[in-house]
């Protein structure tokens, strides 16, 4: 099972650059490959909202969350790698 983030963001939006090291921290926590993009770099390809965090499991996308819901991320991540999560954590 291989897991992988994208992180779309773009240089002018503030919500991006503050989420983004938390975004990080939860892939480098649970040992996730994240690949960083510039929403103005992708033209047609670019998601309609920033800061946008997509899942893939084994190349295929498993939830697409836009804005600042990164604890939907966590969340996500946890019921695809078949983890229980304590308070601690």
Same mark, same amino acid.
């Given at each position: 099972m291989a897991l992988r983030v994208d992180?779309?963001?773009?240089?002018w &939006? $503030?919500?991006c650059h503050t989420i983004k090291p938390a975004i990080e $921290?939860? &892939?480098r926590d649970f040992g996730i490959d994240i690949a960083t993009y510039d929403a103005d770099e992708l033209g %047609?390809? *670019?998601? *309609?909202k920033v800061p946008t965090v997509r899942l893939f499991k084994n190349d295929l996308l498993i939830v697409e969350i836009t804005t600042k819901h990164i %604890?939907?991320?966590?969340n996500a991540i946890t019921v695809e790698k078949g983890l229980v999560l304590n308070e601690e954590f």
């Open positions: 992180y779309i963001g773009a240089t &939006c $503030k919500v $921290k939860i &892939c %047609d390809n *670019s998601p *309609s %604890d939907n991320l966590t």
